[in-house]
């Protein structure tokens, strides 16, 4: 299993971007995906996750400006992140959960400045 996240980077406060984490070596269709986060010094916690029906789930402070998606076709799960905060800075990682068991990919890092 391989999960190769990329698309972050350094952005003002407002601005956007969009995450990407490229999947193989599981039926990526039938997998739910999620995106996490950790920020320095605290916990990993989760941001969004898409189910293989592609019913969504976002905790609340990035609802309404974060939209998970995923590509079955490519393998591709994405994050669009809008109105980003300096809170939201972080790596990013997505997880990709089949069969019962989670995998993990190497982060992403994003940084929002104020």
């Known amino acids: 299993v391989q999960l190769q996240a990329s698309g972050g980077g350094l952005v003002q406060a407002g601005g956007s971007l969009r995450l990407s984490c490229s999947a193989s070596?599981?039926?990526?269709?039938?997998?739910?995906m999620n995106w996490y986060r950790q920020a320095p010094g605290k916990e990993r916690e989760l941001v969004a996750g898409i189910t293989s029906g592609g019913m969504t789930d976002y905790r609340d402070s990035v609802k309404g400006r974060f939209t998970i998606s995923r590509d079955n076709a490519q393998n591709i799960v994405y994050l669009l992140m809008n109105s980003l905060k300096p809170e939201d800075t972080a790596v990013y990682y997505c997880q990709a959960r089949f069969l019962g068991r989670a995998y993990w990919g190497k982060g992403t890092l994003v940084t929002v400045s104020s």
């Open positions: 070596g599981f039926i990526f269709s039938i997998s739910t």
